[in-house]
């Protein structure tokens, strides 16, 4: 029991053998700084998820090798791959990145209702994205069940989605605590992770729009 | 490498960026399949070299130390295994001489690339702690009141830490002579001579010979 005690560090605080009942304290140095670490390991987990997903739609382009791509479904048509409307819906994200870089750059100057603003027209560009990808799934009349192009297709503009899902939550809760007060010239840290996670999500919507639905 | 999320004002600098590298891609696509691949190609070894290239040549701003009380002289030195070597002691007496010196020592826990990036750095640390132990009750017996840390494996950002916290009015790194230093072949001191905005001295200690 007393031994127990002590390694758990329920013993008598001092003696001898006192540096083993704690842990050693933590180095780190500044050039490994624990929010660059945690951003990387982010990024990497990000480009891991995505990147397997590429790897099962590129092997399937690559094992297929029907020509021409996207192959012909079961019904005998060939899949369509709406590049207009998505091309649209780029350009809807891509202003949003403008939209939420002016909130960032606002707060920065001290400019409140531009921050207010930028943060809603960024949410209400995003939710305009995730409509006309939800309404577009609608009208391409095939589903996940049909050919694995049109599984490897719905999984990837899907994980997309649902990246941008989590990003409109995360600047809606920016958006509330901008209404609120919240955030400062000097205090703005929220605003800069949200932004650099909106952005991240633009740039993996490019990567995937113009390898699903161009090349 | 340079992280190119690390601000949100880098972050959209980069959507940009991959707007026009999806865009040549594009562009050479049109053209044909092959083309199109060969611009992926060429614009991934183009970017690759670019990061790499610029990870080695980036420095952080030069920055100088704050002014502090006069007769105030706050001297960092940087050194390994010379740390208790007669030619360095002798060069911080003399510049410590008529005025109100501050030593800060700095020994680097000098560790392997595959222990620091698994973050295996308690043997190395334990050991700088020990030479920085021995150094300090050496600088004593010779008269010289100085304190001291262990700072990062890398000795170029170990100086860098040290500076934030410490603000040194000069620099003196200690290393082995021109022929045994892995110190000089990696040019720490000329790093530090372009990093650092203060004045640097080089004291070579010769611990196989001291004469």
Known sequence: MS??????????????????????????????????????????????????FFTVYFFDRVVNNTHPWPPVGPNGVQFERPWFVALVNTCILVTSSFTMHWATVSVKRNNRAGLQAGMVLTILLGLTFLLTQVIEYHRLGYNTADTSFAATFFG???????????????????????????????????????????????????????????? | MHNPFRTEEEAFKFVWLTILYSALIVAGSFINVWVGLGVFVAETALIAWWVFARGRRERPIPHAPP???????????????????????????????????????????????????????????EAAQQRLEASLSSMRAFGIEARGEVGDSDPLQAIEDAMRTFAPDELIIS?????????????????????????VTHVVVDLQNPN
């Open chain 2, 175 to 199: 290393t082995h002579p021109p022929e045994r230093s892995h110190w000089l072949e990696r040019g720490v001191v000329a790093g530090a001579r372009e990093r650092f905005a203060l004045p």
């Open chain 1, 156 to 215: 990837l503009t899907g994980l997309h989605g649902c990246h941008v899902f989590i990003g409109l939550v995360i600047l809606t809760v920016m958006c509330i605590r901008a209404f609120r007060g919240h955030f400062s010239p000097e205090h703005h840290h929220g605003i800069e992770v949200g932004g650099i996670y909106w952005h991240f999500v633009d740039v993996m919507w490019i990567v995937v729009y113009v390898t699903v639905y161009i090349l």
């Open chain 1, 3 to 52: 031994a127990a005690a002590e390694a758990h560090g329920h013993g008598p605080a001092h003696g001898p053998g006192d540096a083993n009942l704690h842990p050693p304290p933590i180095h780190y140095s500044s050039r490994i700084a624990p929010t660059i670490v945690g951003i990387f390991l982010f990024i990497g987990s990000e480009i891991m998820l995505f990147g397997s």
């Open chain 2, 67 to 125: 002014p502090h009380p006069e007769g105030e002289r706050r001297i960092l030195v940087v050194a390994n295994e010379t740390v208790g070597g007669g030619a360095l002691l002798d060069e911080i007496r003399r510049r410590s001489e008529g005025v109100n010196e501050h030593v800060l020592v700095v020994v680097p826990a000098l560790n392997s690339p595959l222990r620091t990036w698994t973050s295996d750095e308690d043997g190395a640390r």
